[in-house]
């Protein structure tokens, strides 16, 4: 278990890191944390030429507040985000936080790495497209803001070209009753299934149901119009299409989601 | 002999001290502690960021070595468990704490557990047993079933909290 | 920070002093085997089988030696190595011996299987290396259940082993079994399946082996529980003689039993090590340990069991499956876990009938070998469910059922023939449940809208297996006794030799305590050497319990035979009778009846080595004396009761456990913190068994758990703190009346545990017995769903 030699470039500016990768192209692979890729790597999963480290790119590791927004740089890190005081506005950001692995895995793993990297578990992809953050990414051409309900293509594949460096995420709005649960086996594992809630937005996101974190159109509609948490549970699991796997069965999965959702909007409810 | 295209000049500061190396960028900080600067003490568990056996402090937070190429620490402070106990070898209140409570069998995970608690207790002094035990919930131990290692951080911390109020009363009344 | 506590006035042995061991593993300078680095050390790694069955058409390492860093490469066909082979004195018809090359030759038995070692500068080069490989199987249908392996027309893993079995033994067969069946108030019947697990000491296995030109010796210093048999089995397959192999044991980050077997890895890299004449290391990684290593535990029972209407129990009738892997272990052989399981299922009670048919079937999967407990997890649980199987159908109360049939006279001889030496079995079951009641969780139980339920294990643990006890498993190496030399330097301190090997059980410690009361000395006085073939004379390791039991007796009658030397030396110096002296337990030895007249061991030992002129006639000089000891009889049982009380969500299937009591009674403790240490350590690992742990695989044979994402060690967070209450039954033929503590905790956490889960189910008709529990079929059981097939495949 030790990774495939690779030449190592530490980037400076976001434009450095974008030139290295538009002359290394598919051979490159960017790191900031490191928390998944290190890991598939020392796997030699992942074996890429050359690794573009944008860890010490000035100015990635801010978070600040914009108007109703939040702004999170990309180099955040959860334990940052963790431990921050983000006000109610923004607490479902933090307390989430606490599924994320573990401590030692929280202090080095960053907010857009997460988002890279895709997992369809991953506590930030579900509350990206939650709060229906955008991912601002940069370029040869530039920066660009991808809306989170774009971003996600599929198992670990986002709209990100292979040249660009995401540089910041871009929560819009307040998210005062909102919250995000899991369930797994063991504590810091990836979830079974997910599910986050926005009572105040109508949105029910689930992970561990789909390649992609889900949205769930027919429970956003129970919250809208007023259904009950076990209701809205109910349209969650009757929208979504799962397949038996070895050691989770459809049905098993389809129970969890109903729990899920239905915890998730009783926490969310709570906090007024 | 690795790959000398491929090697790279990397300065690491490892408790305290300086070091200039020669590596492989694909070295993890783990194998560099251990192998290129022959501090043993931290061990090698999985490779893959769950047992923790490898947790270090990088800019004093917990880490785990090997999830971290050593480059991408360069210019990072990095302390490991031999930096706990004195100059002189006397062990820190934590490791006292961890032999009095009979938190270590085996020893393999122990020197992750210390660097973890010894982070984790610097950042959050006042953290409670459900805290710890949440933090503890980090790395694997496989001989002592935890208990006594949550017991044992508990045990320290509230020592270092009683100190501290010690010292507070007595400047006060000073 | 903490103060000796010494039990008795002036003893050492039953006090939790600090322990040795602690102060270089706390500073992070303890000495495992990857901490070791020699001058021009290689580093080596393994090319294994990607296959789960195959025959192996051709390994073709040149491109592998041309991968930048690496040195050498080899084959089976390279270095002609002897084969591991494991024996028991058994007929063809029980057991089918199995050859384990230390690299596959032409056939491949399961993925992971080791093919080529590779050599490298460095481990990164070395995996480089391993890639290079290119090796050609031709594929053949594996087989990778116990079912499949049984299955008429299964192929063949081994062409020698009809049926894919390798042990087939009927120890038991109480005459007239059936009628007492045909004619019970009550019979019940248990058929579970227990998953597939992994020691996982978190210290993978390692080796640094190199020859040494002055001593003429292979030096390896390994990862083992079992110095002596590696010696032997290296010895063997590299030719060289025993006395050209010296094996020693750096710390050690546990084993738990997966290190006291013989692996190829050891012998594979100590065997080019040799041929280059260059140290070489290896170092398992994770997901090796997780795929390659010696698992265990996956077995299949179908258990019976006769009651009368009052809840006595009249028989026990059982078929024990165990799916044992590619290859017997050595020295223990594919026998170990069916023998275990039949010679002792019967527990600790009474049962007055038994028949019992133990089976080892090989299938395509990583071989295994012991793992703490060895098949007691199982065969406990088992019993435990009948138990409360019985119970519920006869409308008895679980704990009443097994009050009434617990031994509680002593000596006990049973059905299996086993004598059981005194222990609490009823007190601590009693104990457990008052304990549990006065707590009120009981009360708790009976809650509206919560779902929890409480569940027992009783159990015994045979400790100091002594050689007569292992002679009946006939396996070719008995390992039983023990021996130990005390030997005084000149400064009046001891040096200690024992064959046993602590990993983890603090035996620097706990050695020295028994030492220390013998001779009277301070314990920092006493050093203890292990795992060295050279320096120890001989030595079976540390498994099954046996250290203190044995290793411990022998270490305490040595210390009294060279106590008998010292004071025979005194007693000539003084002048006296040799009888008229005595210990004085201040590191000296005084006349009986003088106290004053004294001399130290200091004045004694510069006698014996400095002055042997003033020595008594036929006193030889030196001062050091050798004992073995064994156990004759059927070994020590310690035993204990576990109370478990769980709660289920029936919104997950989710299972979190309230409350963890143990009341345990290995007789006198010699350590108290360390005896707690290995129950709380050993009931994390049973617990990890019941709802964690389980090794998998797919239909084709490829390991489907091999990283630590698949494969859930628990955390703190898993698991619970530990009630642990002491009841001590002194053995009556140990030194100082200890009994083993190693393995208890592991075997009554899964029967504890499962019976809590299924108390709590109790609403809902539905009995789990598999393990590990599936979270999903808690689930379906609280919301009233059919059992899923696969819950039982």
Partial sequence: MKPAAFTYHRART????????????????VVAGGQSLVAMMNF???????????????GLDTITRDGPALRLGALVTHHTVETADLGADFRVLSEAMRWVGHLPIRTRGTVAGSLAHADATAEWCLLAVLLDAEVVAEGPAGRRAIPAAEFFHGVFTTALEPDEVIVEVVF??????????EFAERRGDFAIVAAAVDLDAYRVVLGGVAPVPLRVPAAEAVIAGGGSPSEAGEAATAAIEVRDEPGVSARYRRALTRTLVVRACEEAAARV | MPDMSRV?????????????????????????????????????????????????????????GCLVFAVQVEGGEIRTVESLAAPDGSLSDLQQAFSAHHALQCGFCTPGFLMLAEGYLAERPEATKEEIREVVASNLCRCTGYQTIVEAIDDCAGRRRAALQARLDAGRSA | MSEPHFRRDGTWVGASVPRREDPRLLAGRGRFVDDISLPGMLHAQFVRSTVAHGGVTSVDLSEVREVPGVVAAFSAADLDLGDITALLDRPPHEFVPTDMPVLARDRVRFVGEPVAIVVAQDPYAAEDGVEAAVVEYEELPPVVSDTAALAEGAPLVHAEAHANTLVDVSLFATEGIDDVFAQADCVVRVRTKTGRQNALPLETRGVVADWDDRDEQLRVQTTTQVPHQVRTVLARCVGLREQQVRVTVPDMGGGFGQKCVVGREEIATAAVALRLRRPVKWIEDRRDALTAAFLAREQRYDVRAAFDAEGHILGLDADVVCDMGA??????????????????????????????RGRAVTTNKAPTGPYRGVSRPQYVMVVERLMERAARELGIDPVEVRRRNLITVFPYTGINGITYDPGSYRESLDLCEHVLRDEGWYDVRAEQGRVIGIGYACFSERTGYGSGAFAQRRMQVVPGFDISEVRMDTSGSLVVTTGTLSHGQSHETTMAQIVADRLGVDLSRVKIVQGDTDRVTYGFGSFASRSITIGGSAAAAASVKLGDQLRE?????????????????????????????????????????????????????????????????????????????????????GVEILRYVCVEDCGVAIHPQVVEGQCRGGIAQGIAGALFEQVTYDDAGQPQSPSFMEYKVPTAAEIPDVEIHHLETPCAFTANGAKGAGEGGTIGAPAAVLNAVNDALRATGVELDDTPIARETVHAALNGQPALEDARA
């Fill in chain 3, 569 to 653: 030396i005194a007693a000539h110096l003084l002048g006296v009778d040799v009888d008229a002296t005595e210990l004085d337990g201040a590191g000296g030895v005084r006349v009986r009846d003088d106290h004053g007249r004294r001399l130290s061991y200091e004045d004694i030992a510069d006698v014996a080595y400095l002055r042997a002129h003033l020595l008594p006639k036929g006193v030889g000089p030196g001062l050091s004396a050798t004992a073995s000891f064994d156990v004759g009889g059927d070994g020590t049982f310690s035993n204990a009761t576990h109370g478990v009380v769980v709660e289920l969500d029936p919104g997950t299937g």
């Fill in chain 2, 8 to 64: 790279q000049l990397v300065e690491l500061t490892v408790n305290g001290e300086r070091h200039e190396l020669a590596i492989e960028p694909r070295r993890t900080l783990v194998d560099v502690l251990r192998h290129d600067l022959g501090l043993t003490g931290t061990h090698v568990g999985c490779e893959h960021g769950i047992c923790g056996a490898c947790t270090v402090l990088v800019d004093g937070a917990p880490v785990r």
């Fill in chain 3, 327 to 356: 290859y017997s272990c050595y020295p223990f052989t594919a026998g170990i876990e069916p023998l275990m399981a039949s010679a002792e299922m019967p527990s600790v009670y009474k049962v007055p009938a038994y028949r019992v």
């Fill in chain 1, 172 to 181: 819009p709005r307040p998210a005062r009753r909102a919250a995000l649960t």
């Fill in chain 1, 44 to 58: 030699r999963l992942a074996r890429p030429e050359h690794l573009v480290d944008i860890s010490r790119i000035p």
């Fill in chain 1, 14 to 29: 976001v434009a450095g890191a974008v030139g290295l990768l538009t002359e290394f192209g598919d051979d490159a692979k």
